[in-house]
């Protein structure tokens, strides 16, 4: 009957799959059918994470999830685990018979995500339809039997996979992860911001002085929180030695990240406080110069390198499953826990 809805149940793993979900959600629902039966979706958004991992087979994930079991009419799984065929990113299993996909996040790339994730799931609506057009970016189809495989394209697919791990881990939310560090760095600045040695060190070093200096404690920083959280993988033999270098890289990329933004939050609060609370003719006796916006910019520069090292100290603070949660996304905790 004219007017009736079809629905889709999509089930997102906690964290970056279940917000696109909730965006997904709405734009599928504002997409009308093809079909002479309906003219719209209704959309439902489930959080939760299966027991499986990234050397699933397609046919072990629809087993687990046994799409038959739902009411709705279509069922989508949306997951941050990367899928690969061989070394090829895999955005989207379909089981045609059963109405259900699976879609791999971090295949997606690190931009422009959700316009992405929607363009392959409606390429995925198409083909449980049957009405298979011209995949989404240009995917390449791969048929086996009845299952549908979309890869990603093949130029710069590695990289792709790597930044859509980044982005499944949320590298932004190390700053409000990790309070006892920012308060240990922050503490450490603002005592640093005390000593006259270091406004008169800030007015003499110089911008390229400086930025040696913010580069090795932002990389210190990284090196202790790999160190002590126990964040990198040994490679293994054969193919867990690519995977784990995929790991590795993410990690790396992800803590770059997280430290980069922690350090410029930490900037901005240590300029605030060096206005706010340093007299202007204490630093002019000091330093011989008068007090200005540029002597201010130094100052926390400096103080905001000397206080991410006290970060990187107080990380130890953290126990490894708050660090964990701060840096990565739910999959790559649970791997973590395996490997454990």
């Not at 699933?56 to 685990?81: A, C, K, M, N, Q």
């Amino acid at each position: 009957m004219v007017g009736e809805k079809s629905t889709i149940l999509l089930i997102a793993d906690p964290g970056a799959p279940e917000v696109i979900a909730g965006h997904l959600s709405d734009s599928l629902s504002d997409t009308p059918t093809d079909g002479p039966a309906s003219d719209s979706w209704d959309v439902s958004v489930r959080c939760r994470a299966y027991p499986i991992d990234e050397r699933t087979e397609f046919s072990e994930v629809v087993d687990t999830i046994d799409p038959g079991g739902e009411t709705e009419d279509v069922v989508i799984y949306l997951t941050d685990l990367p899928r690969r065929q061989g070394t090829t990113p895999v955005l989207a299993d379909v089981s045609v018979p059963e109405r259900f996909a699976v879609i791999s996040i971090p295949g997606m790339g690190g931009a422009f995500i959700q316009r992405r994730v929607r363009d392959v799931a409606r390429t995925v609506l198409a083909e449980v339809a049957r009405r298979p057009g011209t995949p989404a970016e240009r995917l390449r189809r791969v048929q086996d039997d009845d299952v549908v495989h979309y890869l990603a394209p093949s130029a710069l697919s590695r990289l792709r996979l790597l930044a859509g791990m980044v982005y499944a881990n949320r590298p932004w939310r190390l700053v409000t992860g990790m309070s006892k560090v920012m308060m240990a760095a922050f503490a450490t600045g603002v005592v640093s911001l005390a000593y006259p040695t270091m406004w008169q060190l800030s007015a003499t070093m110089g911008p390229w002085r400086l930025s040696a200096v913010t580069v090795l404690a932002t990389a210190a920083m990284i090196a202790w929180l790999i160190v002590e959280h126990r964040l990198w993988e040994r490679p293994r033999p054969g193919s867990e030695r690519e995977r784990a270098v995929l790991y590795n890289a993410s990690t790396v990329i992800t803590l770059t990240i997280g430290v980069v933004v922690f350090h410029a939050a930490l900037f901005v609060l240590l300029l605030l406080t060096a206005w706010w609370t340093i007299p202007p003719q204490l630093v002019t006796e000091n330093t011989g110069r008068p007090m200005g916006p540029v002597t201010l910019v130094l100052m926390a520069w400096l103080v905001a390198a000397v206080a991410t090292l006290g970060g990187a100290l107080g990380s130890g603070m953290e126990d490894d499953e708050a660090v964990k949660a701060a840096t990565y996304g739910a999959r790559q905790r649970q791997r973590f826990d395996r490997t454990d």
